[in-house]
């Protein structure tokens, strides 16, 4: 394959990246703002990818709003932003160079036929099943136990083949799956550092292995508390959380940083907002991270 193991220079390179079912609220502000804050800490690149590979779910015109709120909370992307729309070629690739070396294959099992919980019980593992067609493809997963650690909740292990099985990476409807594009992506951008939202923390095992796969170096790890509404659900686009205020963007910024566990900032702008809160990440997150 064409993409690379890591972006070549040993620098930091972190990035953000929303998905453009509407705009941010402050549950996405969240993981912007401590992706933003390790990058800016170490001294790194923070990149801007927009994830619209989901069609279905993408509201016109929401990636330029979401610009927007970042532009008016003063966070500033490195280079220029990508959509993983325009990147179709580049995940084919991947999934020819998967398909090559036997580690993916066709299924035919709809979401009825699955049990409701649990790994994917290897149905069409070894072959279609009499008078079925393939609507989805599958990677292959290999035996044995994913470890690794994690910045913010420590050492973590997963059996993906009990845990999970084999996982889709093309989509009965023809889109390429999330676990897959967000591997290739990173590998390609050469991101060193994820910092995300703890829900994400169980499909790091599953990437982890499909990134291995690809021969590239997966990126150190991070995932940040979520916030949560007044019920206990994650405040999600899904959820129709609202979008982030912005008639006060110091206040919206502090809410988001004293959600990460930090005392809020007597601050008067933006600019001294992040200045200070870049040297109190440093404080306490900017011990050099591994591969750094």
Known sequence: MALSATNGTGRYRGRFAPSPSGPLHNGSLLAAMASYLDARAHHGEWLLRIEDIDTPRVMPGADRYIMQQL??????????????????????????????????????CTRQELPPEGAYPGTCRHGLPPGKRTRAWRFRVEPGTERYTDRWHGPQEQDVLAETGDFIIKRADGLWAYQLVVVVDDGDQGITHIVRGADLLESTARQRVLARALGLR???????????????????????????????PVLTLNKAWQALGFEALSVPDCAAFWDTAVERWDGRWGQTPDGV
């Open 218 to 248: 997966y990126p150190e790890a991070m995932h940040v508390p979520l916030l949560c509404d007044e019920t206990g659900r994650k405040l999600s686009k899904q959820n129709h959380a609202a979008a982030m205020d912005l008639h006060d």
């Open 71 to 108: 532009r008016a909370l003063g966070m500033h992307w490195d280079g220029t932003p990508v959509w993983q729309s325009e990147r179709l070629a580049l995940y084919q690739q991947a999934f020819d160079a998967l398909a090559a070396n036997g580690r993916v294959y066709g299924c035919a």
